[in-house]
């Protein structure tokens, strides 16, 4: 497999897929679930969700700044109109630039989820149920967190209850294609709320929480946290501040033109540029 040529193409026949994802199968297999995020500048991608248009974006952002590095947060398919063509894209990018590329898992990163809001059926009618199979492999061994020496923290979600060291994270048993932990369940289904609480129950799910100033602030003292970014909520701008800026959403869809996509670019100091793609 020429692996540059995959950056060009939105045509992968299954055969090149089985391989593609086998190669990001195994670059994640044996990394931790809370990996070190890079310091010097970094792109933070939000939600795809199918969007091979911002998918390119991302990319030629990565190619333009050549000493920069990229932070995939999760949710790279399902809903949107090329699920597959937008997958393989990340994925590619993932294994051509294995020091400068990272993805992390998201809510959609799941067997169950992706069966009902649309990579499932659209992988199946392509190509096969068992290509379907080969995604679900990489769904399972995709980090779930990601933190920087400077303390940027990112997740594809939010604060779950009862953390208070990187530790905890650590020993999630992450491998599995839906989410049985609850740790690992919250780190991609939370969602913050600018109230002064610790959490409260999520419209999204009985598992799921929504976390308040209070939760936001314990675990940040707890894990040396200046900045948290995470995507999970679209926002008309493509982007919220919450907690006096200290966590920043960032969505990267344009959910059919209701949101303006955007990444989040962090550079040493950990100063934030909102870039419009």
Known sequence: MNKSSLLWREDLSAAEIQELTSLVADKYKDAPNLIVAPDNDVFYVGDLHGELKSALAARDLLLD??????????????????????????????????????????????????????????????????????????????????????????CHGGVPERVTSSEQIQEIDRFHPNFPDDTAFQLVWNDPREADFRFRQSYRSDRAREFGRRAFEEFASNLGIQLMIRGHEAFENGYQYFFDGRLMSVFSASYGGAVNPKVIRVRNGLKIEVVSI
């Open 65 to 154: 700044n050549q000493g920069s590095c990229m932070i995939f947060l999760g949710d790279y398919a399902d809903r949107g109109p090329q699920q597959v063509e937008t997958f393989n894209l990340v994925l590619s990018l993932a294994i051509e630039y294995p020091t400068r590329v990272f993805m992390l898992r998201g809510n959609h990163e799941s067997s169950e989820i992706a069966r009902v809001y649309g990579f499932y059926p659209t992988v199946s009618e392509r190509y096969s149920h068992g290509l379907f199979d080969s995604y679900c492999r990489v769904f399972e061994v995709l980090p779930l967190a990601a933190l920087s020496p400077e303390g940027l923290f990112a």
